[in-house]
T-cell receptor, first 116, second 113 residues
Framework: DVKVTQSSRYLVKRTGEKVFLECVQD?????MFWYRQDPGLGLRLIYF???????EKGDIPEGYSVSREKKERFSLILESASTNQTSMYLC???FGQGERIDQPQHFGDGTRLSIL | GEDVEQSLFLSVREGDSSVINCTYT??????LYWYKQEPGAGLQLLTY?????DMKQDQRLTVLLNKKDKHLSLRIADTQTGDSAIYFC?????????????FGTGTRLQVFP
């Protein structure tokens, strides 16, 4: 079974702090994704990565950066946390280049982040 | 651009059928998916359908696709309390590589006894 593990289920930080959210997958997937989930807005893509050290902006990259130094790990960084970044953050991974359409994206359990 | 829409809430009685609807705008979408999110968890793939199909059945789940109207639905037969969750439809936008997914807003299904 594919396992996508997010380092924290709940996290509380203060405005202005630098925040790191970590995600690890064990299926040797090429692609990794970070989303945020807000009520009534569904999932919005922040960043995704299709290879080590490669990244592309999603729909809402402002205020975030990412790092992918190893294939299995994808980190989301809030450079200076603000209260409007309080949300549920979901990490996902998938095979690359349209492989395994029957296994599109596998998700972690999410990190509920509160910025005070 | 791509947009995927769903109603936000659905409430059904246990044992009845549930129908969750989704509309999308990208007519070149090749695959469409349904995910389920239980409370406190991530998304779990339920089923998918190719754009050249109009129906797919998998045990209690039936997916119907109307390509002309760009309408996708998920029917759950004999709905149980364990089906209470948020259901997301998602499409692979034809204009991009197939690795990205565009998600709907999610429909919260509540099943009452």
């Amino acid at each position: 079974d594919v396992k996508v593990t997010q380092s924290s289920r709940y996290l509380v930080k203060r405005t202005g702090e630098k925040v790191f959210l970590e995600c690890v997958q064990d299926m040797d997937h090429e692609n990794m994704f970070w989303y945020r989930q807000d009520p009534g807005l569904g999932l919005r893509l922040i960043y995704f990565s299709y290879d080590v050290k490669m990244k592309e902006k999603g729909d809402i990259p402002e205020g975030y950066s990412v790092s992918r130094e190893k294939k299995e790990r994808f980190s989301l960084i809030l450079e200076s946390a603000s209260t409007n970044q309080t949300s549920m953050y979901l990490c996902a991974s998938s095979f690359g280049q349209g492989e395994r359409i029957d296994q599109p994206q596998h998700f972690g359990d999410g990190t509920r982040l509160s910025i005070l | 651009g791509e947009d995927v829409e769903q109603s936000l809430f659905l409430s059904v009685r246990e044992g009845d059928s549930s129908v969750i609807n989704c509309t999308y705008t990208d007519s070149s979408s090749t695959y469409l998916y349904w995910y389920k999110q239980e409370p406190g968890a991530g998304l779990q793939l339920l089923t998918y359908i190719f754009s050249n199909m109009d129906m797919k059945q998998d045990q209690r789940l039936t997916v119907l696709l109307n390509k002309k109207d760009k309408h996708l639905s998920l029917r759950i037969a004999d709905t149980q309390t364990g089906d209470s969750a948020i259901y997301f439809c998602a499409e692979t936008p034809g204009s991009y590589n197939t690795d990205k997914l565009i998600f709907g807003t999610g429909t919260r299904l509540q099943v009452f006894p």
